[in-house]
């Protein structure tokens, strides 16, 4: 009995080699590639039928496909492809993971999770399959793109809840720091130092704030040469960073009047 990876890759095959020729690749009988070839052939039919739909018509006909030919790959990554452009992404993850070693769909995968800033998961899929060109190309694209900076903030956020924060957030954060206020990027890296204990540094860079934030930098001076550092106050933090910036609409913080470019 073969894989479904095997069956997967003859049919990526079919296009352009012999039955011989795959025979021989994946070591499978020729009788099995017959089979198999039909119903690639027959997948294709399939999808020459309805890609116009899929392409064009509503997410409801979209939705009616996907149930009527839900053992079709080919049709479901046509699907994938039509909820991504429509920013629909659990649904098109919920499909992707029926197929988790099916490459097309991994690199689609990918393609979502770098949509939702996600970086490490993506790099993690692009590097288990170092020979297929196209993850390897998105995998190139993802380490050379900045991050997103209302993801890291959002992860930053959450971090500190936890008190999961280390050196590597604090690198992160230097990386979009040319896609933020100045202000707004110091008052986030002064919550990191503190979170990790780093004082001195949390001083240093809050001194360097701007003077029309000095209630804000009061506060925090007064917080961070306390003696009492019984507990981490992310409260406080909260009072004065932004950390939910809304790129779309334009409307800026109360309190940090410029943030995110």
């Known amino acids: 009995m073969y894989s479904g990876e095997t069956k997967q890759k003859a049919f990526s095959h079919f296009k352009k080699y012999s039955i011989s020729e795959i025979s021989k690749l994946l070591k499978v009988g020729k009788f099995t590639l017959y089979l198999w070839r039909k119903q ?3 997948q294709d039919e399939q999808y020459d039928s309805v890609k116009h739909i899929i392409k064009m018509g509503t997410l409801g006909e979209v939705e009616c496909i996907k149930i009527a030919y839900m053992m079709n790959p080919k049709i479901q990554s046509a699907i994938v492809k039509r909820y991504i452009s429509e920013a629909m ?5 919920s499909i992707c993971e029926n197929y988790p070693t099916d490459e097309v769909f991994q690199s689609q995968l990918a393609t979502i999770y770098i949509a939702l800033g996600e970086r490490d998961k993506a790099i993690c899929i692009c590097e288990k399959y170092p020979t297929n060109e196209i993850l390897q190309r998105q995998l190139v694209a993802i380490k050379k793109s900045k991050p997103c900076a209302k993801h890291v903030l959002d992860d930053i956020r959450l971090k500190l ?7 590597e957030d604090v690198n992160l954060l230097k990386e979009i720091e040319s896609q933020m ?11 990191l130092y503190h979170r990790l204990g780093l004082l001195k540094s949390a001083l240093t860079v809050l001194k360097s704030i701007d003077s029309e934030y000095d209630k804000y930098k009061n506060l925090l001076f007064t917080k961070l040469t306390s003696k009492k550092q019984n507990f981490y106050d992310l409260g406080l933090y909260d009072k004065v960073i932004p950390w939910r910036v809304n790129l779309e609409d334009g409307k800026q913080p109360q309190k940090i009047k410029k943030t995110l470019h």
Not at 181 to 191: G, I, R
């Open 89 to 93: 992404f659990e649904p098109a993850i």
């Open 40 to 42: 690639y052939m027959k």
């Open 161 to 167: 809840s936890t008190n999961e924060v280390d050196m």
């Open 181 to 191: 206020d100045s202000n707004l990027y110091k008052f986030v890296l002064v919550a």
